[in-house]
Protein backbone atom coordinates (compact mmCIF):
# COMPACT_ATOMS: atom_id res chain seq x y z
CA UNK A 1 0.00 0.00 0.00
CA UNK A 2 1.58 3.56 -1.06
CA UNK A 3 0.90 7.14 0.13
CA UNK A 4 0.75 8.65 -3.46
CA UNK A 5 -1.21 8.54 -6.53
CA UNK A 6 -1.41 10.70 -9.67
CA UNK A 7 -4.64 12.47 -11.08
CA UNK A 8 -5.55 14.89 -13.62
CA UNK A 9 -8.25 17.10 -14.15
CA UNK A 10 -9.10 16.79 -17.58
CA UNK A 11 -10.28 19.29 -20.21
CA UNK A 12 -14.18 19.36 -19.82
CA UNK A 13 -13.76 20.33 -16.13
CA UNK A 14 -11.19 23.52 -16.97
CA UNK A 15 -12.92 24.32 -20.16
CA UNK A 16 -15.98 24.51 -17.47
CA UNK A 17 -14.46 25.91 -14.93
CA UNK A 18 -14.57 23.72 -12.34
CA UNK A 19 -10.73 23.09 -11.73
CA UNK A 20 -10.97 25.27 -8.78
CA UNK A 21 -13.61 23.43 -7.09
CA UNK A 22 -11.69 20.45 -7.56
CA UNK A 23 -9.13 20.65 -6.42
CA UNK A 24 -11.11 22.50 -3.13
CA UNK A 25 -12.54 18.71 -3.25
CA UNK A 26 -9.47 16.87 -3.39
CA UNK A 27 -7.56 18.95 -0.74
CA UNK A 28 -10.35 18.86 1.77
CA UNK A 29 -10.42 15.44 1.40
CA UNK A 30 -7.41 15.22 2.74
CA UNK A 31 -5.03 14.71 0.11
CA UNK A 32 -1.55 17.07 0.00
CA UNK A 33 -0.02 17.97 -3.20
CA UNK A 34 3.00 17.13 -3.98
CA UNK A 35 2.98 18.46 -7.52
CA UNK A 36 1.23 20.05 -9.75
CA UNK A 37 1.17 21.34 -13.09
CA UNK A 38 -1.51 23.21 -15.80
CA UNK A 39 -0.82 22.27 -19.18
CA UNK A 40 -1.89 20.55 -22.76
CA UNK A 41 -0.87 17.53 -23.76
CA UNK A 42 -0.43 16.81 -27.96
CA UNK A 43 -2.61 14.22 -29.47
CA UNK A 44 0.83 12.13 -29.20
CA UNK A 45 1.42 12.24 -25.41
CA UNK A 46 -2.28 11.55 -24.77
CA UNK A 47 -2.16 8.53 -27.17
CA UNK A 48 1.02 7.62 -24.76
CA UNK A 49 -0.34 7.97 -21.64
CA UNK A 50 -3.41 6.01 -22.40
CA UNK A 51 -1.57 3.73 -24.43
CA UNK A 52 -2.58 0.76 -22.32
CA UNK A 53 -6.33 1.14 -24.30
CA UNK A 54 -4.81 1.43 -27.88
CA UNK A 55 -6.84 -1.72 -28.58
CA UNK A 56 -9.75 -0.19 -27.48
CA UNK A 57 -12.46 1.24 -29.56
CA UNK A 58 -13.31 4.54 -27.67
CA UNK A 59 -8.94 4.89 -27.77
CA UNK A 60 -9.13 7.44 -31.05
CA UNK A 61 -11.92 9.80 -29.44
CA UNK A 62 -10.41 9.59 -26.00
CA UNK A 63 -6.94 10.67 -27.52
CA UNK A 64 -8.81 13.48 -28.75
CA UNK A 65 -10.55 14.65 -25.95
CA UNK A 66 -7.36 14.23 -23.58
CA UNK A 67 -5.67 16.65 -26.02
CA UNK A 68 -8.70 18.73 -26.41
CA UNK A 69 -7.76 21.66 -23.83
CA UNK A 70 -5.94 21.79 -20.76
CA UNK A 71 -5.00 19.76 -17.84
CA UNK A 72 -4.15 19.96 -14.59
CA UNK A 73 -1.94 17.09 -13.74
CA UNK A 74 -1.13 16.60 -9.96
CA UNK A 75 0.59 14.00 -7.88
CA UNK A 76 -1.45 13.58 -4.42
CA UNK A 77 -0.53 12.22 -1.07
CA UNK A 78 -2.34 10.33 1.95
CA UNK A 79 -2.60 7.39 3.12
CA UNK A 80 -4.07 4.34 1.02
CA UNK A 81 -4.24 7.18 -1.63
CA UNK A 82 -4.89 4.97 -4.71
CA UNK A 83 -7.85 3.76 -3.25
CA UNK A 84 -9.21 6.65 -1.12
CA UNK A 85 -9.09 8.74 -4.29
CA UNK A 86 -10.55 6.43 -6.63
CA UNK A 87 -13.23 6.73 -3.64
CA UNK A 88 -13.15 10.45 -3.87
CA UNK A 89 -14.07 10.43 -7.61
CA UNK A 90 -16.39 7.84 -7.79
CA UNK A 91 -16.93 5.32 -11.19
CA UNK A 92 -15.51 5.74 -14.56
CA UNK A 93 -19.07 6.35 -15.66
CA UNK A 94 -21.04 9.77 -13.60
CA UNK A 95 -24.28 8.53 -14.24
CA UNK A 96 -23.16 5.39 -11.91
CA UNK A 97 -20.95 7.30 -9.27
CA UNK A 98 -22.28 7.88 -6.09
CA UNK A 99 -23.88 10.83 -4.65
CA UNK A 100 -21.09 13.44 -3.78
CA UNK A 101 -18.12 11.88 -5.39
CA UNK A 102 -16.47 14.45 -8.05
CA UNK A 103 -17.99 12.67 -11.12
CA UNK A 104 -21.27 13.00 -10.24
CA UNK A 105 -20.87 16.27 -9.02
CA UNK A 106 -18.91 17.24 -11.85
CA UNK A 107 -18.46 14.91 -15.18
CA UNK A 108 -21.10 14.54 -17.82
CA UNK A 109 -20.33 11.09 -19.71
CA UNK A 110 -18.15 8.40 -19.17
CA UNK A 111 -15.68 9.31 -22.37
CA UNK A 112 -15.38 13.02 -20.56
CA UNK A 113 -15.60 12.54 -16.90
CA UNK A 114 -13.66 15.32 -15.22
CA UNK A 115 -10.61 13.70 -13.37
CA UNK A 116 -8.24 10.87 -13.57
CA UNK A 117 -7.11 8.87 -10.80
CA UNK A 118 -4.37 5.91 -10.96
CA UNK A 119 -5.79 2.50 -10.85
CA UNK A 120 -2.88 1.26 -8.72
CA UNK A 121 0.33 1.95 -6.66
CA UNK A 122 2.72 0.97 -9.79
CA UNK A 123 0.71 2.85 -12.11
CA UNK A 124 0.80 6.43 -10.21
CA UNK A 125 4.35 6.11 -9.41
CA UNK A 126 4.68 5.20 -13.63
CA UNK A 127 2.16 7.97 -14.33
CA UNK A 128 3.70 10.45 -11.86
CA UNK A 129 6.82 9.96 -13.37
CA UNK A 130 4.87 11.01 -16.75
CA UNK A 131 4.53 14.25 -15.93
CA UNK A 132 7.29 15.28 -13.59
CA UNK A 133 11.16 15.73 -12.87
CA UNK A 134 12.75 15.33 -9.71
CA UNK A 135 12.86 18.82 -9.74
CA UNK A 136 8.90 19.80 -9.69
CA UNK A 137 7.99 17.07 -6.56
CA UNK A 138 8.94 16.72 -3.30
P1 LIG B 1 -9.23 7.23 -15.99
O1 LIG B 1 -9.06 7.79 -14.63
O2 LIG B 1 -9.31 8.30 -17.03
O3 LIG B 1 -8.17 6.21 -16.31
O4 LIG B 1 -10.63 6.51 -15.97
P2 LIG B 1 -10.98 5.16 -15.24
O5 LIG B 1 -9.75 4.51 -14.71
O6 LIG B 1 -12.08 5.39 -14.27
O7 LIG B 1 -11.57 4.27 -16.42
P3 LIG B 1 -10.77 3.62 -17.61
B1 LIG B 1 -11.37 2.21 -17.96
O8 LIG B 1 -9.30 3.56 -17.30
O9 LIG B 1 -11.05 4.58 -18.79
C1 LIG B 1 -10.04 5.34 -19.42
C2 LIG B 1 -10.66 6.44 -20.22
O10 LIG B 1 -11.43 5.90 -21.25
C3 LIG B 1 -12.75 6.41 -21.23
N1 LIG B 1 -13.68 5.35 -21.56
C4 LIG B 1 -13.66 4.18 -20.86
C5 LIG B 1 -14.60 5.55 -22.57
O11 LIG B 1 -14.62 6.61 -23.20
N2 LIG B 1 -15.48 4.55 -22.86
C6 LIG B 1 -15.49 3.36 -22.18
O12 LIG B 1 -16.31 2.50 -22.48
C7 LIG B 1 -14.54 3.16 -21.13
C8 LIG B 1 -14.49 1.88 -20.34
C9 LIG B 1 -12.95 6.92 -19.82
C10 LIG B 1 -11.58 7.32 -19.41
N3 LIG B 1 -11.37 8.69 -19.71
N4 LIG B 1 -11.55 9.69 -20.03
N5 LIG B 1 -11.55 10.78 -20.34
MG1 LIG C 1 -7.97 4.24 -15.72
Known amino acids: ?8 IKPDATRK ?3 GAIL ?10 KAMKWTKLTA ?20 EFMSSGPI ?3 ILEKENAVADFRKLIGATNPAQAEEGTIRKLYAASVGEN ?4 SDSDENAAIEGDFFFSKLERF
Open 44 to 63: EQAGLFYEIHKERPFYGELV
Open 24 to 33: NHIVKAGFTV
Open 72 to 74: VAA
Open 1 to 8: MSNRTFTM
Open 114 to 117: AVHG
Open 17 to 19: GDT
